[in-house]
């Protein structure tokens, strides 16, 4: 069975003040790490995707990396806008060909002015 | 290029009722998989369809069914409504229905039942 355990559950960062999110996995055939960031009330918006060990990815303020057991996502410089919970998610061979994620239970991040 | 779009976005049941929730995919996209997201247990996998048929199924009872059409249009239908199906209900499509292929998410249906 898949499993996704994020760190830590919620951080409170000031402006400017760069930190990590962590996302550890356990999966059997990993087909792709997905990264995406939820407002309150909406559905998830999709960030990054990773495939392989080593693979990074950037966007603006966030850049995340992969290894075989963990992924990282790293905020350099936050602003308030940044403020929004991120979330991990797994897709793994066991499920064959269809589509279904098995996700973290999310980093509520909050960016103080 | 138009999102994901459910309807309705907002709802509101009694025990024992049954409700319908509609899920349009981005345009050219085939897949559509179901979520449901609590605050207790988080993101949980309800259900995949490519092609009209549904590929895979989550851990969740029979009340919980759902379809595709051939315009890729999907509804997941939950019956004997009970309090703790109260929830987002997300629906997401991506293009080819690869396991490689990014998931885009829709706003979502908030379910709330008395």
């Known amino acids: 069975e898949d499993q996704v355990t994020q760190s830590p559950e919620a951080l409170r960062l000031q402006e400017g003040e760069s930190s990590s999110l962590n996302c550890s996995y356990t999966v059997s055939g990993l087909r792709g790490l997905f990264w995406y960031r939820q407002d309150p009330g909406k559905g998830p918006e999709f960030l990054f995707t990773?495939?392989?060990a080593g693979e990074e990815k950037e966007k603006e303020r966030l850049k995340a990396t992969l290894t075989k057991k963990e992924s990282f996502l790293h905020i350099t410089a936050p602003k308030p806008e940044d403020s929004a919970t991120y979330l991990c998610a797994v897709q793994g061979a066991s499920s064959g060909s269809a589509r279904q994620l098995t996700f973290g239970s999310g980093t509520q991040l909050t960016v103080l002015p | 290029k138009a999102g994901v779009t459910q309807t309705p976005r907002y709802l509101i049941k009694t025990r024992g009722q049954q409700v319908t929730l509609s899920c349009s995919p981005i345009?050219?996209?085939?897949?559509v998989s179901w979520y449901q997201q609590t605050p207790g247990q988080g993101l949980q996998f309800l259900f995949e369809y490519f092609s009209e048929t549904q590929r895979n199924k989550g851990n969740f009872p029979g009340r919980f069914s759902g379809r595709q059409f051939s315009n890729s249009r999907s509804e997941m239908n939950v019956s004997t409504l009970e309090l703790g199906d109260s929830a987002l209900y997300l629906c997401a499509s991506s293009l080819l229905g690869a396991s490689t292929d990014t998931q885009y998410f829709g706003p979502g249906t908030r379910l709330t039942v008395l």
């Open positions: 990773l495939y392989s």
């Open positions: 345009s050219g996209h085939r897949s």
